[in-house]
């Protein structure tokens, strides 16, 4: 994970302080890259251990920075939803469908890889509280510009919205096919007839 990226993945809002240093930033990175692949690999029971040596630092590097498992699973799930929320900024840039598809194609791919981490969480911590309010942030201009172009029910929410495309998100699919398949036939439960 590059410096640049990792900046943009550690937003003010999340409570989560990056490394002023570059050495230091340049550990944090290598944590925070580190710990995502040990949490997809083994669960958010991964060995710290492991994270470290992964990341090439010390364990008490690794404690410096995250003085326990839930901040630096935090910091993970942070990483991902400010991702989440730079693709809500591109997908603005497209038409208003588009736009709106695009961005819940790229959220069933977020809850999809992220709900070992959301289910270790508590979902009402402040840092979860403000992963919510930017994910809703980053997907309701993209709802509403669609609704407003006449494509989208009125009716519908981006808390209805999100809830449906998270229950397609823990879905085991076939394949990739069956999958778009999926997604298109719940998106299209939101146009206007």
């Given at each position: 994970?590059?410096?640049?990226?990792?900046?943009?993945?550690?937003?003010?809002?999340?409570?989560?302080?990056?490394?002023?240093?570059?050495?230091?930033?340049?550990?944090?990175?290598?944590?925070?890259?580190?710990?995502?692949?040990?949490?997809?690999?083994?669960?958010?029971?991964?060995?710290?251990?492991?994270?470290?040596?992964?990341?090439?630092?010390?364990?008490?590097?690794?404690?410096?920075?995250?003085?326990?498992?839930?901040?630096?699973?935090?910091?993970?799930?942070?990483?991902?939803?400010?991702?989440?929320?730079?693709?809500?900024?591109?997908?603005?840039?497209?038409?208003?469908?588009?736009?709106?598809?695009?961005?819940?194609?790229?959220?069933?791919?977020?809850?999809?890889?992220?709900?070992?981490?959301?289910?270790?969480?508590?979902?009402?911590?402040?840092?979860?509280?403000?992963?919510?309010?930017?994910?809703?942030?980053?997907?309701?201009?993209?709802?509403?510009?669609?609704?407003?172009?006449?494509?989208?029910?009125?009716?519908?929410?981006?808390?209805?919205?999100?809830?449906?495309?998270s229950g397609i998100a823990g879905i085991a699919f076939d394949d990739t096919a069956q999958r778009e398949r999926i997604i298109a036939l719940a998106l299209d439960g939101l146009r206007v007839r």
């Amino acid at each position: 994970m590059s410096s640049t990226t990792t900046e943009a993945t550690l937003p003010a809002w999340s409570g989560i302080q990056r490394p002023q240093r570059s050495d230091a930033r340049r550990n944090f990175d290598a944590l925070l890259a580190a710990a995502r692949d040990a949490f997809a690999e083994h669960g958010t029971e991964a060995s710290l251990e492991d994270i470290a040596r992964r990341a090439g630092v010390g364990i008490g590097t690794l404690y410096r920075n995250f003085p326990t498992r839930t901040a630096l699973i935090e910091a993970v799930y942070v990483a991902e939803v400010e991702k989440l929320v730079a693709a809500g900024t591109e997908a603005a840039k497209l038409e208003p469908w588009t736009g709106l598809t695009t961005w819940f194609d790229r959220f069933v791919d977020y809850v999809g890889t992220k709900k070992v981490l959301l289910e270790s969480l508590n979902k009402e911590s402040s840092v979860l509280v403000s992963c919510r309010g930017a994910m809703y942030g980053a997907g309701t201009p993209l709802l509403e510009r669609a609704q407003q172009a006449g494509l989208v029910r009125r009716d519908v929410s981006i808390q209805d919205a999100v809830r449906l495309m998270s229950g397609i998100a823990g879905i085991a699919f076939d394949d990739t096919a069956q999958r778009e398949r999926i997604i298109a036939l719940a998106l299209d439960g939101l146009r206007v007839r």
